[in-house]
């Protein structure tokens, strides 16, 4: 094995075990933006559909077994009394986003019916 791919592979093995991947990842790709751009907006293009439905559908997924794991009994939010406060803050967080977007559509001068007017 070359210096090289040892050398990557402690990186990479590095980058894993510290959970690393999302913030070098963001950084490569504002380094790539920003020094080529016209390459990196065709990138992004491709891999819209991919992102967009593909990794949806892993990320739902992880969520769901998420909270199944947590509700069940042993879990940590098992007793619905505990899972009260997660499920009072998410909803709130929702609905605060729902009355930003309704502010914002009539401040644009939409119906505020959250599709900016043209529902």
């Not at 997660?86 to 599709?115: L, M, S, Y």
């Amino acid at each position: 094995m070359s210096v090289h791919t040892r050398v990557a592979r402690r990186v990479s093995g590095f980058i894993t075990d510290y959970l690393l991947a999302l913030p070098v990842g963001c950084a490569a790709a504002l380094l790539w933006a920003n020094t080529l751009p016209d390459s990196y907006y065709r990138f992004a293009h491709a891999a819209a559909w991919t992102v967009n439905d593909i990794g949806m559908v892993f990320f739902f997924a992880l969520i769901t077994k998420e909270v199944a794991e947590a509700t069940i009994p042993g879990g940590a939010l098992h007793p619905l009394r505990r899972a009260a406060v997660p499920v009072a803050a998410a909803a709130g967080a929702v609905n605060e986003q729902q009355i930003a977007g309704d502010r914002h559509d009539h401040a644009a001068g939409g119906g505020g019916d959250g599709h900016g007017g043209t529902a």
